[in-house]
């Protein structure tokens, strides 16, 4: 067997069948040239992935903005506009002992708060110091804040995690001694990125109860500065 | 929120770094990135639910790219250096974590078609079959794209140097 480029870049990529893929291995047995070829190949690929790696979210990310705003706005044509039922004490009060109680009956407990549903770690660095669309990765876990609500003078925030191949989103509001997760659900990964069956009526239905609006960057700064606490 | 904005937001820092691939420029990369979402939101009732967004809006990535470069009939500038990156919001700081180093000058010299193929299936990891689908080529094409790339590129990044090995 010949070993052109093309087919050493198919067995470098796992391109090729089984049955081929066997073949340039016997090939390569008896080809000096060729494992040099493949060993340069290698080594070039892992040079291009070391000096461009993915960079970081940026911090206040005027596309996520756009990408908030943007689908938002097609989400209120589509579905009629929102309708906010109750204030966020009534939420806590209800989902708190309701949602979660039933996603924990189902799910067992997610991986980044305790029993008591108070979100640590990673994703409660994420949460407290941190604007929308700020990524963490730290431990093996990785914690994204989607937006930012806030109605009735408490704040709510919707967040994604991942840890050892596990997601889910959540929604977790800022309570006097931390946050306290009010609702998460589990998503599915897929060859490692981030990807769930649909999207979430139940996380919809619990920011629609919250009520209010996403944050503006600028408005939500400054109640990141005043540690979450509301405007006098 | 609705799963599109979700993976959305999630896909930006992969798709800022394919954005800078394409065009080599922190202000094109960022001028290509906010078209792409601009029309991925247009068109946001063509994306099916459980396929991949990355495919997607890297198609839509390629394609704003591919006008772009036939209406101005340009190339982008030579790589800038992250040393050069100055201002004061937040893109620069990201821009400043892709490391403009000896590989990322070799991808350089590398023709338009050839380097979208490297970022698709070398640096962002799809499947032949998918890159195939983002630049609207035969999967024969990509082959043989990805062949003379990469033996460019080994010409240029094949020996194992110090910061190579200090990486494994």
Redesign the interface.
């Known amino acids: 067997m010949e070993l052109n480029d093309e087919l050493l870049c198919a067995y470098l990529d796992g391109e090729l069948e089984p049955e081929i893929r066997g073949r340039v291995e016997s090939a390569l047995e008896t080809d000096a040239g060729g494992r040099v070829r493949l060993e340069r190949m290698r080594t070039a690929d892992q040079r291009l992935r070391v000096d461009i790696p993915v960079p970081p979210a940026v911090n206040d990310d005027p596309l996520v903005q756009m990408i908030l705003k943007g689908v938002g706005e097609r989400d209120a044509v589509g579905r009629g506009g929102r309708v906010y039922w109750h204030t966020l004490g009534s939420l806590a009060a209800g989902l708190a002992g309701i949602v979660v109680g039933w996603l924990l009956a189902m799910y067992g407990s997610p991986p980044t708060y305790s029993v008591d549903n108070r979100a640590r770690s990673t994703l409660h660095t994420v949460l407290e110091s941190r604007p929308s669309g700020s990524r963490l990765d730290e431990g093996g876990e990785s914690a994204i804040v989607l937006l930012t609500i806030s109605a009735q003078g408490q704040v709510c925030r919707l967040y994604g995690t991942t840890r050892a191949g596990r997601a889910s989103e959540g929604v977790a509001c800022r309570e006097r001694d931390g946050w306290r997760i009010v609702a998460w659900e589990s998503v599915t990964t897929l060859s490692g990125d981030y990807r769930a069956a649909g999207a979430s009526p139940l996380l919809d239905a619990v920011l629609d109860r919250v009520g209010g609006e996403p944050l503006a960057p600028a408005d939500e700064q400054a109640l990141l500065a005043r540690g979450w606490r509301p405007a006098k | 929120?609705?799963?599109?904005?979700?993976?959305?937001?999630?896909l930006?820092?992969?798709a800022?770094?394919f954005a800078?691939?394409l065009t080599r420029s922190r202000e094109d990369a960022e001028d290509l990135?906010?078209g792409a979402?601009?029309r991925a939101?247009r068109k946001?009732s063509s994306w099916q639910?459980?396929t991949?967004l990355?495919s997607w809006l890297f198609r839509i990535m390629q394609n704003l790219w591919r006008d772009e470069l036939r209406a101005h009939r340009r190339r982008a500038e030579p790589l800038e250096s992250a040393a050069g990156v100055a201002g004061s919001?937040?893109?620069e700081?990201?821009?400043r974590?892709?490391?403009?180093?000896?590989?990322?000058a070799?991808?350089a010299e590398l023709p338009e078609d050839q380097r979208a193929v490297?970022g698709l299936?070398?640096?962002e990891g799809l499947?032949?079959q998918q890159t195939a689908n983002i630049l609207e080529v035969p999967i024969g094409t990509v082959?043989?794209r990805?062949?003379?790339a990469?033996?460019r590129?080994?010409?240029?990044?094949?020996?194992?140097?110090p910061?190579?090995r200090a990486?494994k």
């Open positions: 929120m609705t799963l599109l904005a979700r993976e959305l937001i999630e930006l820092p992969r800022r770094r800078w691939v990135l906010q979402i601009e939101l946001a639910p459980g991949r990355d919001d937040g893109r700081e990201t821009m974590h892709i490391q403009t180093a000896e590989a990322s070799a991808l490297i299936v070398v640096i499947s032949y082959m043989s990805l062949a003379r990469r033996a590129l080994a010409a240029t990044l094949g020996d194992d140097a910061r190579v990486a």
